[in-house]
């Protein structure tokens, strides 16, 4: 399975996956292969919308959203973490 993490100011960060606008397409992220024990930036130029588009390539879906931590900068920001694993 894999994960991502980034920060995103509501509470469906699934959102961010299909999203159109450029800021969110350009949001920063980190994954991990190893069940969220390492943590690495990804390939230059992928982003949130490559991740949806590799998951619909791969027959992936989000199997699990956890917030694990928050933030006020102006607004509430949460960092969540996604898990994408094949369809069920």
Known sequence: ML???FWWPGYTPEDAL??????VIEMP???SSDGGQTW???KPGTTLQSI???MMDH???VVDTE???????G??????????????
């Open 59 to 61: 027959d992936c879906q």
């Open 67 to 73: 917030l694990v931590n928050e933030r006020r900068n």
């Open 29 to 31: 992220f980190q994954g």
């Open 52 to 54: 949806q588009e590799w």
């Open 18 to 23: 299909t999203s159109f606008d450029l800021t």
């Open 75 to 88: 607004r509430w920001e949460g960092q969540f973490v996604l898990t994408i694993g094949k369809r069920r």
């Open 40 to 42: 690495r930036h990804p």
């Open 3 to 5: 994960q991502i993490r």
